[in-house]
């Protein structure tokens, strides 16, 4: 191979793979803007997870806070009145609670579940997630207390 073409085609290469990454990054975002609506189906919300990273994940459920939505992506319950406290105190286990993150999930099972997703939100670069094997995504189980109120 000519030296010519060998940059030519290491070139075509490089510009493939920047391509490639705007793409996923495109993606991303668009994902997070998706994930702002109240109502999100679940087979939905487990395939988006796929294609985006911890961050994004971390901005979805800021943005939702800020347009007073739970946090939790399945959750559509407004937050209307966020306390104002940033700690809590528990005098039975004598611990202090920073409420930063709670204060921005209806409840605490909501808090739970978000946390639980996003620990499993894979780190690897998005534009190489096509290389990976998928991760079998869990929700945490929701107990439905729709019964007992
Ligand atoms: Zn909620």
């Not at 073409?5 to 490639?20: D, P």
């Not at 994930?35 to 985006?52: G, K, N, R, S, V």
């Not at 009145?81 to 611990?95: A, D, E, L, R």
Request: aromatic share 8%; charged share 30%; net charge positive.
């Amino acid at each position: 191979m000519t030296t010519n073409k060998k940059n030519a085609e290491l070139r075509e290469q490089l510009i493939a793979a920047v391509i490639k990454k705007r793409a996923a990054l495109a993606r991303a975002h668009q994902i997070v803007v998706t994930l702002l609506e109240p109502q999100i189906e679940e087979a939905a919300f487990i395939d988006m997870l796929a294609e985006i990273g911890p961050e994004n994940y971390a901005d979805v459920v800021e943005e939702r806070h800020i347009n007073k939505l739970c946090g939790y992506p399945l959750c559509a319950v407004a937050v209307e009145k966020v306390t104002t406290k940033k700690y809590q105190i528990c005098g039975i286990k004598n611990k202090v609670y920073d409420l930063t993150e709670r204060k921005k999930f209806c409840s605490g099972q909501c808090f739970k579940a978000s946390e639980y997703i996003k620990s499993q939100i894979p780190t690897s670069p998005l534009w190489l997630r096509d290389k990976e094997q998928r991760p079998n995504f869990k929700l945490f189980p929701i107990k439905n207390d729709a019964t007992s109120l």
